[in-house]
C-alpha cells in the first residue's frame, strides 16, 4: 500500500500508530519545548508543574516556560534537547525544521562553533534518519543590537537552514529586525516569522513583504481577511499552523472553529504542526488525528496538507 493509502486508511480507522507510521514534517516547533512532558519530567532533576490546559495571556504561557520548566543549566539543555529529537522520531517525522533560540550559544561560551558541532552531534545521536535543517530563532523580548552579534555570523556559517523571529508581536516592531532577514535573504536561508498569532490580517501581509517571509509560522488572522488570503495564496506563502497551540492559548475557540479549514479552502498551502509539545501535548501525528476526528478536514485532504509539508 503507498503511503498515501496507508495514511487515509489509518485516519479512517482511528489508528494513531498507522498515523505515526506515514512520514511527515513538523516544520514548526521549538527545541526547548519539543520532547513530550512526561519523558521530559522524568529525566529532569526536579519535577516541574503540568502545564495549563489555557493560558489566559501570552504572558501566563511565558511565566510557565521560564519559571517552572526552562532552562537554567546545560545539564537541563542536555535533556530537552534530547527529548526533542527523541519525539519527532517516535512521531515518523522525517522531515524537521526544529527551532533552537540563538541564546543557547551562551551556554557554550559564546563559541558558534560549539553550538553547531552540539546541535549535529544531538541529531546524530538521537535522530539520525530525520532529515533537519536547524533554524535558529530569536524573540521580540530582545533588540536587534543584542541579536545581530549571535546571528550574522551564524547565517553566514552556511549551517543554518532557516531562522525565525518569535515571542511577543506586541514587543519590539518587526522593522528593527530587518538586516537580519536581509541576511538571510542573501544567504539563501530560508525566512520564517511568528505573526498572526495575536495580531491581524494586515500584520501577517506587512512582515511577509518587509522580511521577503518564505513561510510564516502561525499566520491564523489571515483569515480575517479575504484580501490578505488571496495574498498569501498568488504568492504562495505557507502558513504553518498549530492547532492545538492555537486552542490552548486562546487564540481560536476550539478545533472545530480552527481557520486552517478557511484558510485551506482559499487555496493557501497550509501545514499542520506540534509547535510545543511539552505544553501543548499533541504530536504531528496526533494533530492529524484531532483534526480528522473533529471532522475538520476529510481524510483525503489531510493527505494534501502532509505532502505540502513534505514537499515544502
Known amino acids: 500500500m503507498d503511503t498515501k493509502?496507508?495514511?487515509?486508511?489509518?485516519?479512517?480507522?482511528n489508528d494513531l500508530q498507522g498515523i505515526k507510521r506515514v512520514p511527515k514534517s513538523d516544520l514548526h516547533c521549538h527545541s526547548g519545548l519539543n520532547g513530550r512532558y512526561e519523558?521530559?519530567?522524568k529525566r529532569l532533576p526536579r519535577p516541574i508543574p503540568r502545564p495549563a490546559e489555557y493560558f489566559d495571556t501570552f504572558a501566563d504561557f511565558e511565566k510557565y516556560i521560564f519559571g517552572d520548566i526552562y532552562l537554567n543549566?546545560?545539564?537541563n539543555l542536555d535533556i530537552l534537547i534530547s527529548e526533542a529529537f527523541r519525539q519527532p522520531k517516535s512521531d515518523?517525522?522525517?522531515r524537521l525544521e526544529m527551532s533552537f533560540d540563538?541564546?543557547?550559544?551562551?551556554?557554550?561560551d559564546s563559541k558558534i562553533e560549539k553550538l553547531i558541532e552540539y546541535i549535529d552531534e544531538m541529531h546524530q545521536k538521537e535522530a539520525p534518519g530525520i532529515l533537519s535543517k536547524p533554524e535558529i530563532g530569536f524573540s521580540r523580548t530582545f533588540t536587534a543590537k543584542e541579536i545581530e552579534p549571535i546571528m550574522i555570523p551564524l547565517i553566514e556559517s552556511g549551517w543554518v537552514g532557516s531562522i525565525d523571529l518569535y515571542g511577543d508581536e506586541l514587543a519590539h516592531p518587526a522593522k528593527e529586525y530587518q538586516y537580519i532577514y536581509k541576511t538571510a535573504d542573501r544567504y539563501n536561508v530560508k525566512r520564517k516569522a511568528h505573526v498572526g498569532e495575536y495580531g491581524t490580517a494586515e500584520d501577517v501581509r506587512e512582515v511577509v513583504e518587509l522580511f521577503n517571509l518564505n513561510a510564516v509560522q502561525h499566520g491564523i488572522a489571515a483569515a480575517e481577511s479575504a484580501e490578505v488570503m488571496d495574498f498569501l495564496a498568488?504568492?504562495?506563502?505557507?502558513?504553518n499552523v498549530c492547532p492545538s497551540s492555537n486552542v490552548s492559548l486562546k487564540r481560536v475557540k476550539s478545533i472545530q472553529?480552527?481557520?486552517?479549514?478557511?484558510?485551506?479552502d482559499?487555496?493557501?498551502n497550509i501545514t499542520i504542526n506540534s509547535d510545543d509539545i511539552l505544553i501543548f501535548g499533541k504530536s504531528v501525528s496526533e494533530e492529524y488525528a484531532l483534526l480528522y476526528n473533529e471532522k475538520v478536514f476529510t481524510a483525503e485532504e489531510l493527505n494534501v496538507i502532509r505532502e505540502n509539508g513534505l514537499n515544502q
Do not use: C, M
Open 39 to 41: 519523558d521530559v519530567s
Open 92 to 94: 515518523g517525522v522525517t
Open 5 to 13: 493509502n496507508q495514511f487515509i486508511k489509518a485516519l479512517e480507522e
Open 234 to 239: 498568488k504568492n504562495n506563502i505557507p502558513l
Open 257 to 264: 472553529t480552527h481557520p486552517a479549514r478557511v484558510l485551506y
Open 102 to 108: 540563538f541564546n543557547f550559544v551562551y551556554f557554550f
Open 73 to 75: 543549566d546545560r545539564s
Open 266 to 268: 482559499q487555496g493557501i
